[in-house]
RNA sequence: GGGCCAGUAGCUCAGCUGGAUAGAGCACCUCCCUUCUAAGGAGGCGGUCCUAGGUUCGAAUCCUAGCUGGCUCACCA
């Protein structure tokens, strides 16, 4: 039990006697003691006053004096204002480290939780790894480490979006421009290949949507007659307009119907028909172009050291989602359209009505994402939901899925989770803050990123000559480590939730709030391990003299498992991010002051090196938590 | 326009199930390596917690209104 709940029902129970009226259990607040006052915890007497019929400060004085008296484990007290200070007896923290010890999997639970699946990363196969795919990938392989922690079992997964029309306007480009050139033939990485050609298509979409536009600007309708009308009740409405704003809105949605007039916007639509019935040509183009994404893909994925247990494809589960669509079709959840198309009424649940089959009868992104989650239910029958690593741009897709699933009558549909995450803003060299844009080449990069900050970590590290002896093999795995754990920890100690602003600088920062900082402590614990050679496995006495500071990191060491609690239920490595900084920033605290092989006292200075030992495992574990490896020197 | 999210130090962020004088890191200024790794430590400077009301013994935190920024409401994914 730990000492809230514990002190709690103690507190409970001798006011309840001495005042002689049921103290119920929220009027005993406890919170963390100041770090101005002397204390461990600390018993907000507010709530109290109105039964004691007296000043805070008397009630506090009372009540202080009592529990003194009665608990053992409460070694003395002081009043502040209204609160009580409750200083915890030494014995109860040696107690504590000796129990930390010997656990196992210290910060793990012990409960068996339930089989859940974790989907994150879910990359389009047209274009390369970038930043916002990293603080993606890095949030859901941590948070299904953190899940684990928390007893479950956790399927890590993606749903790879290899087909679509996206998919195939690369296709369609490489075919028209490519001139057979092939990864190998240009050197470049397949996935980074590939996207070449899907910029390619843009390209060429712009020429000829610009084109479409100034000829039904010269009242030209020869091969687009069907937009005719469309356009010119824009443009008629655009005329009338005297704002800017509405002008440009208006000006955005010929722009949109003038795309779909092309002749190369025509042929790709053509090309996704051709594929989804199998075509063999456009098929094996689509599987010959794939293969060289996911080789890159591959690469990328093993720099950044997360990984996969099993992989779905769009190009599979769109087929289940497209029947799925017709059962319910069938059954009245879905309802059709003049011209075909197949739509969901959830008016009533406060959204739209959403297209779940367009016209011609191809799948959607909504329809894919039915099927996948059906055939995952299929292959692991004792799942208990599913977790989305995906950017809060989606959250509306996201209850829309879960709304349709629930509907179609699935009863997991209310055990999944969309976690969400902010987009990665950029702050560029003026200070100006804003989105990555493809268009303005402000696209970080995810395998550019990786190899720039293990070539910082690998400069910082040989300015700082503390690995002589280490071979040149193990020197490369050390900057590796160090840069890579520097950027995972950049992206994961924000808020998931939160937006943040990405600053090169920073994030191949190594001192401060950083991942290197945190290493480093572990990394001199380790050098200070090796110093003092076997350690004796007796349990500390409970009488040895304590520092302020080694309270405090023996109350942090406590606090390790409830941060991993409320961090697999917030799905937040943040908190382990700032509790795990925290910890090493006490711990750097305490190596300055205290020192251990100077102590002449044996006793003690086990006790400071069984101390270090354990908030070296905590910093491992919390690392790990968050997929950060940690050096034994640096 | 409807819905959702955010606004805390010069910058990046904690704190938000109401509690003490609102905290870190970076940047800037002082000190500290003959001592277990200075990728460190000790201290200083720095705040209308977006604004205005309200609830409360007590509000950065809860409620209401407004301002600012973002996302979304596609036969895109």
């Excluded at 080789?295 to 799925?324: C, H, P, R, W």
């Amino acid at each position: 039990m730990n000492l809230e709940n514990h002190l709690t029902s103690i507190v409970k129970e001798i006011l309840t006697k001495h005042y002689a009226t049921e103290i119920g259990e929220k009027m005993i607040q406890f919170e963390k003691t100041s770090k101005d006052f002397a204390g461990d915890i600390t018993l907000v007497v507010f709530p109290l006053v109105k039964i004691a019929k007296k000043s805070p400060v008397q009630v506090g004085e009372e009540i202080g004096a009592i529990l003194k008296n009665e608990v053992d484990l409460i070694a003395d007290f002081n009043i502040v204002h209204g609160f009580l200070n409750l200083v915890i007896a030494n014995s109860y923290w040696v107690n504590k480290l000796n129990e930390i010890a010997i656990q196992a999997d210290y910060g793990s639970s012990l409960d068996k939780g339930s089989r859940l699946m974790v989907e994150y990363s879910s990359p389009n196969t047209n274009k390369p790894l970038h930043l916002g795919h990293l603080r993606n990938n890095f949030l859901g392989h941590s948070v299904s480490r953190i899940l684990e922690a928390n007893g479950h079992t956790v399927v890590k997964t993606q749903i790879v979006n290899d087909r679509g029309i996206h998919i195939c306007k690369s296709m369609l480009a490489w075919e028209r421009f490519g001139e057979g050139e092939t990864p190998e033939s240009t050197k470049l990485k397949g996935d980074k290949f590939v996207g070449k050609y899907y910029v390619k298509f843009d390209k060429v979409l712009k020429l000829e949507t610009a084109s479409v536009i100034a000829n039904w600007e010269k009242g030209n309708f020869d091969e687009s007659s069907a937009f005719e009308a469309e356009y010119t009740k824009f443009a008629e409405a655009m005329a009338a307009k005297e704002d800017e704003k509405s002008k440009k809105g208006l000006a955005d949605k010929i722009k949109k119907l003038a795309n779909n007039a092309t002749p190369i916007m025509r042929d790709v639509k053509e090309m996704l028909l051709k594929w989804e019935n199998k075509d063999p040509q456009v098929y094996a183009l689509w599987e010959k172009m794939n293969a060289w994404v996911y080789a890159g893909f591959a690469d990328t994925y093993k720099a950044m050291q997360v990984s996969f247990d099993k992989l779905y494809y769009e190009s599979n589960t769109y087929i289940t989602g497209k029947q799925m669509v017709e059962d319910g079709l069938k059954k009245g959840i879905f309802f059709q359209k003049e011209d075909g198309s197949v739509w969901i009424d959830l008016t009533a649940d406060g959204l739209d009505e959403k297209l779940v089959l367009r016209g011609d009868g191809t799948a959607v992104y909504v329809t894919q994402d039915i099927g996948t989650a059906q055939q995952r239910m299929q292959d692991y029958p004792d799942l208990n939901g599913i977790v989305y690593t995906v950017g809060n741009e989606q959250d509306y897709h996201f209850k829309v899925l879960f709304l349709i699933l629930e509907k179609l009558g699935y009863e997991w549909a209310k055990n999944c989770h969309h976690l969400s995450y902010g987009m990665v803003d950029l702050r560029n060299d003026k200070g100006e803050v804003g989105k990555m844009k493809s268009r303005e080449g402000t696209v970080v990069d995810a395998d550019d990123l990786v190899n720039e900050v293990v070539l910082t970590a690998k400069e910082m590290t040989e300015e700082r000559g503390h690995i002589e002896g280490l071979s040149a093999n193990e020197k490369e795995k050390l900057y590796h480590l160090i840069g890579l754990g520097g950027l995972k920890y950049y992206l994961l100690k924000v808020d998931p939730a939160k937006r943040m602003t990405f600053n090169p600088e920073e994030s191949v920062e190594l001192n401060g709030n950083t991942g290197p900082f945190i290493q480093y402590v572990h990394a001199r614990i380790c050098s200070l391990l090796r110093k003092a050679g076997e350690l004796d496995k007796a349990p500390i006495q409970e009488n040895v003299f304590l520092h302020d500071v080694e309270r405090e990191i023996l109350k942090k060491l406590v606090e390790y498992p409830v941060i991993v609690e409320s961090a697999g239920k917030e799905y937040s490595p943040a908190l382990i991010a700032n509790y795990v900084f925290d910890l090493g920033k006490t711990f750097n605290s305490f190596w300055q002051s205290v020192s251990v092989f100077k102590e002449e006292d044996l006793e003690l200075q086990r006790m400071r090196l069984e101390l270090s030992r354990n908030v070296a495992r905590v910093i491992k574990s919390a690392m790990y938590l968050l997929g950060i490896d940690v050096p034994e020197r640096m």
